[in-house]
C-alpha cells in the first residue's frame, strides 16, 4: 500500500465565537482546535484508512500533544513530528467578520514548527514514503522549504508520485525565494489542486482552458479544481470531469480544502477513476464545511458513503 507523507505546521487554532473585527477589543474564545493545512490533511488521509505520516515540530506543551493524540487516534504516523522540550506549538487565532471573511493573528514562524529540519526520524520517514503532498502554506520558512523540497526529491527519485495544493496566503508568495521554491514543486507535481484563482497563478492565461492545458504539457498528469460550493472539476490528457458540489449548511469553510485533497489523492492512490475520486473528495469537502473547527469536519468512508447515498439523485 502507497503511504502519503507531508511535511509543515502542525498548531491550534482559537476561534472566537462571535463575529466582527479582529481582536483589537477583548472577546470569548473557544479552543484549541487541531490545525495547520498539512496536519489537517493528514488527519484525513488517516480517517480514510489510507497509511499517512507527517513531519513537524511541535513544543511540549498541551497545544502540541492535543494535536499528537488527534493525529494518532485517527491512525497518522507521528514518528516524524519532533517534540521539542524548549519550543512552543504554533497557534492562530480566529475571527470570523460578518461579510464572511476571517481576520487571523498567526504564531507559526516563530514556534517549534518554524525550525522543521529533515534529519533523524523524519528523515527515515521519507525513505518509507511513495507519495508527497506539499501543501503551498508550509513554505513559510527557510528550513521547512528546504526539508519540503528534499523529501519531495526524494520520493521522487524513489518512483513516488507527487500532489500539490498551494493553498496561498499572499504574504507567503511575495517572501523572498518563494516564487523559485514553488516552481521547483510545480516542476515534480503529478496532481495539482488548485482552487480557484490560484490557477492563473501558476499558470497565467486568458482561459482557464488554457491555463489547464499549459501545465498539462510542462509535465502535471492531472488538474483537479476546487470550486468552492460550486463543486470541482477534474482534467487530464484524456477526460475532463466536472462534479457539482453537495447541498449543505456552511459553518465554518476551514479545512475544506484539504479534506477535499486529502479524499482525493486517497482514492487516486488506490487506483479509483477520476469520476470516483472527485465525487468522494467533493463529499469530504462539502462534509468538512458543517463543522465548526478546522479538523473537526474530517470524515471516515462511512460517512462519505452516506452523504453521497442521501444526494443521489
Ligand atoms: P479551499 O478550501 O482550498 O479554498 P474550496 O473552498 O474550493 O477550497 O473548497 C474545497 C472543496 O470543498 C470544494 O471543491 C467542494 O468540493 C467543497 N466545498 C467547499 N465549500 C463548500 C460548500 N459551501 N458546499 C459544498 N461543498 C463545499
Known sequence: QSKVLTIGEVLVEIVATERGDG??????????????????????????????????????????????????RDGVD?????????????????????DGGRNFVF????????????????????????????????????????????????????????????????????SPGMREALATVLAETDLFLPSGEELFLFSPADSEAEAIANLLKSGVKAVVLKRGAAGASYVDATREISLPGFRVTEVDPTGAGDCFGATFVTFWLGGADPETALRYANAAGARAVTRSGPMEGASTRAELDALIAEQRS
Open 78 to 98: 507521528v514518528s516524524g513530528i519532533e517534540v521539542d522540550p524548549l519550543g512552543t506549538t504554533g497557534s492562530a487565532f480566529v475571527r470570523y467578520r460578518e
Open 107 to 174: 504564531n507559526i514562524r516563530h514556534s517549534a514548527c518554524g525550525t522543521i529540519e529533515l534529519k533523524g526520524p523524519a528523515a527515515d520517514l521519507v525513505e518509507s514514503c511513495t507519495h508527497m503532498h506539499v501543501m503551498g502554506s508550509s513554505l513559510y520558512a527557510p528550513s521547512v522549504v528546504d526539508a519540503v523540497l528534499k523529501a519531495t526529491r526524494t520520493i521522487k527519485e524513489n518512483g513516488g508520485t507527487v500532489s500539490f495544493d498551494p493553498n496561498l496566503r499572499a504574504e507567503i508568495l511575495n
Open 23 to 72: 481582536f483589537r477589543e477583548p472577546v470569548k474564545l473557544i479552543g484549541p482546535f487541531p490545525s495547520g493545512a498539512p496536519a489537517i490533511f493528514i488527519d484525513q488521509v488517516g480517517k480514510l484508512g489510507q497509511a499517512a505520516a507527517i513531519i513537524s515540530r511541535v513544543g511540549d506543551d498541551d497545544f502540541g500533544h492535543v494535536n499528537l493524540d488527534r493525529l494518532k
